[in-house]
Nanobody, 118 residues
């Protein structure tokens, strides 16, 4: 098992930036794919970005070109750099492992709230 603690959220104006961090309770080097998800109020949780151990990345169309996912296996941490934020990016952001079509391989953390508003 592994537990995740997300941090770095907050209130930011449209066009601003935030960097989210996801600290894992154990080494993530053996986890091939890590991912960031988000859940807006009243909506389902959606996949935002993924990164493999080989640093191959993929992004949802809605964030492509604005968000960057990265991982530091030595620090057991996954990051999400978010630039040019829009009000529609407002959501609780979570990280988790992903395997094939299985989203969220482990228990979900508490997430970190990102609010984009003027």
């Amino acid at each position: 098992q592994v537990q995740f603690v997300e941090s770095g959220g907050g209130l930011v104006q449209p066009g601003g930036s935030l960097r989210l961090s996801c600290a894992a309770s154990r080494n993530i080097a053996s986890i091939y794919t890590m991912a960031w998800y988000r859940q807006a109020p009243g909506k389902q949780r959606d996949l935002v970005a993924t990164i493999t151990n080989g640093a191959s990345t993929n992004y949802a169309d809605s964030v492509k070109g604005r968000f960057t996912i990265s991982r530091d296996n030595a620090k057991n941490t996954v990051y999400l750099q978010m630039n040019s934020l829009k009000p529609e990016d407002t959501a609780v952001y979570y990280c988790n492992a992903r395997m094939g079509v299985i989203e969220g391989l482990y228990a979900w953390g508490q997430g970190t709230l990102v609010t984009v508003s003027s």
